[in-house]
Structures are given as C-alpha cells and as structure tokens.
T-cell receptor
Framework: GDSVTQMEGPVTLSEEAFLTINCTYTATGYPSLFWYVQYPGEGLQLLLK?????DKGSNKGFEATYRKETTSFHLEKGSVQVSDSAVYFCVRARDSWGKLQFGAGTQVVVTP | DGGITQSPKYLFRKEGQNVTLSCEQN?????MYWYRQDPGQGLRLIYYSQIVNDFQKGDIAEGYSVSREKKESFPLTVTSAQKNPTAFYLCASIGDRDPSGYTFGSGTRLTVV
C-alpha cells in the first residue's frame, strides 16, 4: 500500500549545524506533502507544505522540495538552534477529504 | 483565541474500564479527527467526522467509539475491547478539506494500569 518513509532518529546535532531529514513516499498520483513538527509535550504544528511537483515549501529557515522523479520531500535547515529540538513528521495527503498519512517521525536533538 | 482543547492531559485506566477523552474546538471547523500516536510510529487515524451526526472509521477503529452531536465536540471512548490502549491521543480539525489547515490539540496520554 501507499506509505511515507522517513529516516530514523534520533538525530543529534550541535547548534549551527546543517540538518537534513530524508523522506520518501509511495502513492498514486502526486499528493500534497507536508512537514509537521511536534515540540515536547505538545500537539503537532504545520511547518511547511508543497502541493505539486517542484514546489518548494519553506518556513522558519526550513525548506523542502517536492521531487516527483525521486518521490522525495527531504527537509533541510542550514543552521539549527536548540529550539529546533523536536520530532519532525513527513506527511502526505491521502485524499481530498483531509485524511493524512504520517511517517514514523524523526526526533532531532540540538545541543548547545 | 480559537483552538482545540483536549482533556484530560493525562488519564489512567484500569483494565476492563471504558474511558472517554474529550475534544472541543471553537474554530467553527466542520471536520474533526482522532489519531493515535505510539513511540516510533507515526500517527494513525482512529475515527473522523466530516459533519455533525456523521462519522467514519479510520484505520484502527476497533475498540474505540465516537459521537458527533455538536459541531464543537468530538469525544472518543476507549472501550475495554481495545487490546492495547496505552498511547498518546491527538484530536484535530480542519475548516475545509485542505490538510494544511489542520489544527491539533495538545493531546491526552492514556495509560492502562
């Protein structure tokens, strides 16, 4: 069946390091793709999105490009901060009714 | 401020008991969702409701029940038939079908003791 696969964590980085979290998906067609972030003890927040191939989503210094050739949506940030410590979920839209499919999540830990 | 309120934040249940998790939103959103989160796994859809008095099973509905009597409220009951209920439960809503408009509650952590 359709799936979303992202790299396992935890990913531990020093402050100001470069962050990449890989995400690939399998699906029929070209679903909208999202990155959600979950800070400790909280619900999820939308970080960025891309609704069609070659779209680049960006927010708070994070970027991800929708690559249909490789069915990927990798998340990147050039210089992470301690406040970026969180769990990041790669997500695809399952249908036009708002249902989502989540990757397993990648925990990111940024140390001073 | 508009948002989703889930209560309680922590809930303990004895084996064989039913418990109900509350989810209330004041965003005037039509659609509401319940997801379950387990360590090392993504969120999985339990139930969803697109409109008042109507709801649909998600991927893991067995052992759960819901109601949608009011637009603002979508309570989830974890029944004794749920074999492994210990998890983090998240409620969400959207105003239309645009998934980027999701608003999540802060979750309820249920533990079976």
């Amino acid at each position: 069946g359709d799936s979303v696969t992202q790299m396992e964590g935890p990913v531990t980085l020093s402050e100001e390091a470069f962050l990449t979290i890989n995400c690939t998906y399998t699906a029929t067609g070209y679903p909208s793709l999202f990155w959600y972030v979950q800070y400790p003890g909280e619900g999820l927040q939308l970080l960025l999105k891309a609704t069609k191939a070659d779209d680049k989503g960006s927010n708070k210094g994070f970027e991800a490009t929708y690559r249909k050739e490789t069915t990927s949506f990798h998340l990147e940030k050039g210089s992470v901060q301690v406040s970026d410590s969180a769990v990041y979920f790669c997500v695809r839209a399952r249908d036009s009714w708002g249902k989502l499919q989540f990757g397993a999540g990648t925990q990111v830990v940024v140390t001073p | 401020d508009g948002g989703i309120t889930q209560s309680p934040k922590y809930l303990f249940r004895k084996e064989g008991q039913n418990v109900t998790l509350s989810c209330e939103q004041n965003l005037n959103h039509d659609a509401m969702y319940w997801y379950r989160q387990d360590p090392g796994q993504g969120l999985r859809l339990i139930y969803y409701s697109q409109i008042v008095n109507d709801f649909q099973k998600g991927d893991i509905a067995e052992g759960y029940s819901v109601s949608r009597e009011k637009k603002e409220s979508f309570p989830l009951t974890v029944t004794s038939a749920q074999k492994n209920p210990t998890a983090f439960y998240l409620c969400a809503s959207i105003g239309d079908r645009d998934p980027s408009g999701y608003t999540f509650g802060s979750g309820t952590r249920l533990t079976v003791v």
